[in-house]
């Protein structure tokens, strides 16, 4: 049992959970806009949401403590260097345009992670884009929403129109929603500078905010110009299923309930266009 808990640990604590996610709902993108499964364009996804969350969230571990690095964190960096190289490997098979675009929100991750930011513009030390109030949250909705929608249709050559706009919208509320439990989990921790929603509003309020984002982000399937049974009946699904994590979620939660369960949903939603289609 404590072997499997260890692996479920490492699973969690390296990306790989979270890469799926992304991973999921890239393709996702791709059946609902009927295009072939793209394995360049889902295994970099994969590779990069490795190795860009790995990089935001042990840089700091490991640029202060290289030398005394726990051996799980050490495996970490091996696996994320693994990573990497497989990343770059599928990133030269993407169209020249998408790796151009793609060079702007690397720029943001490295941003996220490397304090760049000068000390005079707030109150307290120098701050990377990950500490400024308010702002974690919605960066992390954007680059969502570009790598799981416009990511994969620039590079199969699907020009910007009307439902991907409202799909990129439906992915950035998504995301802002399973990011909501997240909040609340972390509220016992979180430095109040962060300004996060929880921390602005309460967590009734919060979860108000996730019910109504949720109706939102359903209601938008039928602002779409091509729509069918399956997609319609799939979002209904999710997005009930996630209303449950956003009322039940409080601050005393498990350890995996946000870090597995919550993002284990874009896989759920995922497996139910599957069966669906």
């Not at 295009?35 to 969350?53: E, Q, R, W």
């Not at 991750?109 to 513009?121: D, G, N």
Request: aromatic fraction near 18%.
């Amino acid at each position: 049992m404590d072997v499997l808990k260890r692996i479920l640990n490492f699973y969690i604590n390296s990306s790989i959970h979270v890469a799926l996610a992304v991973y999921a709902l890239t393709w996702l993108t791709l059946i609902q806009f009927e295009l072939d499964y793209d394995k360049n364009v889902l295994y970099f996804v994969f590779f990069a949401t490795i190795t860009g969350y790995n990089f935001v969230k042990y840089f700091g571990v490991a640029k202060f403590h290289h030398r005394s690095l726990a051996s799980w964190l050490k495996v970490i960096q091996i696996f994320s260097f693994v990573a990497f190289i497989a990343m770059c490997y599928y990133a030269f098979q993407l169209q020249f345009n998408t790796l151009i675009v793609l060079s702007i929100f690397g720029l943001i991750t490295f941003l996220y992670a490397i304090p760049l930011v000068p000390m005079k513009y707030f109150r307290d030390s120098q701050k990377n884009l990950r500490q400024i109030g308010g702002l974690k949250i919605y960066v992390i909705s954007l680059v969502w929403m570009y790598t799981t929608v416009f990511l994969p249709l620039m590079d199969n050559g699907i020009d910007l129109n009307e439902d991907v706009v409202v799909t990129g919208l439906q992915r950035f509320i998504f995301v802002i929603v399973l990011m909501l439990p997240f909040e609340i989990r972390d509220l016992n921790y979180d430095s109040l500078k962060l300004a996060t929603i929880p921390q602005k509003i309460g967590i009734k309020k919060t979860k108000i905010i996730g019910v109504f984002l949720l109706m939102v982000f359903f209601l938008l399937d039928y602002f779409k110009d091509k729509l069918d049974g399956y997609t319609i009946v799939s979002t209904l699904i999710i997005t009930f299923i996630t209303l449950l994590f956003i009322v039940f979620s409080n601050k005393s939660q498990s350890k995996y309930y946000s870090a597995f369960w919550v993002e284990s949903l874009p896989i759920v939603w995922l497996i139910i266009l599957l069966m669906l289609s």
